[in-house]
């Protein structure tokens, strides 16, 4: 995944400008939450605009580098179908330019070369559920006592917000399943999963306001899978 940074505040004006339409604010977020490419035809389907204007708008995403282009085969032949897809760019706009990502991994770096990995994980994972419980208690506000449990939808709904696009399963037994299609640590934890993961299995933990013996994860992007898959025993 790439990541670009605005140094001169261009790109925020271009920004501003495609996000502007609320059409092409929905038309983003719909093909957020879908992995296959999808066409002009289908996505005026979902909207109910015209495909030359839904086309129109998945120029306007193109042109931003956020969406790229590709073909797809007419079942009954004839010309390929143009197919468009959320490109792996992540944007960054920040005036003036900060550079946390680069700290990340400096301090990332530091703690892999002097800390045992399991020492490491736990350390982490502690981190993170104490963040995860500060941040619980920042959503529910001062007039809640801790501990704070949020409820799973809640916590989807932050976790949303964030930008991790998630889907959640809650319709068992007292079990909850989130399933994560974009780690917004994604780059950090391709290069430390023994670190970031923790960490974010931690926060996700201290949300809900579980023990560590009551999560399970049984797919994760950093080991190769297409999303990551936790369960939660509440």
């Known amino acids: 995944m790439e990541t670009a940074y605005d140094k001169d505040g261009i790109y925020l004006g271009k920004l501003a400008d495609v996000f502007g339409d609320p059409t092409r604010r929905g038309i983003y977020r719909h093909l957020r939450g879908t992995s296959e490419p999808l066409s002009a035809s289908e996505v005026a389907a979902v909207f109910g605009v015209h495909r030359t204007v839904a086309r129109a708008h998945l120029e306007k995403l193109a042109a931003l580098g956020l969406v790229e282009s590709g073909t797809r085969r007419r079942a009954g032949g004839g010309r390929p179908a143009k197919t468009y897809v959320l490109t792996g760019k992540r944007l960054e706009v920040m005036l003036p330019p900060r550079h946390y990502e680069r700290l990340s991994r400096f301090l990332l770096r530091l703690i892999d070369s002097t800390i045992e990995p399991q020492v490491a ?83 996700v933990c201290g949300m809900l306001g579980v023990e560590p013996s009551a999560h399970t994860q049984t797919h994760s992007m950093s080991a190769g899978d297409a999303y990551c898959r936790h369960e939660f025993r509440l």
């Open 121 to 203: 994980g736990e350390v982490a994972f502690a981190l993170g559920r104490e963040f995860g419980a500060e941040t619980a208690a920042d959503i529910v506000g001062a007039d809640v006592q801790p501990p704070v449990k949020l409820a799973p939808r809640a916590v989807v709904a932050w976790m949303d917000e964030a930008g991790y696009n998630v889907s959640l399963d809650d319709g068992a037994r007292g079990v909850v399943t989130v399933e994560v299609h974009n780690c917004v640590y994604s780059e950090l934890a391709e290069e430390y999963p023994d670190i970031v993961c923790p960490f974010d299995r931690g926060t």
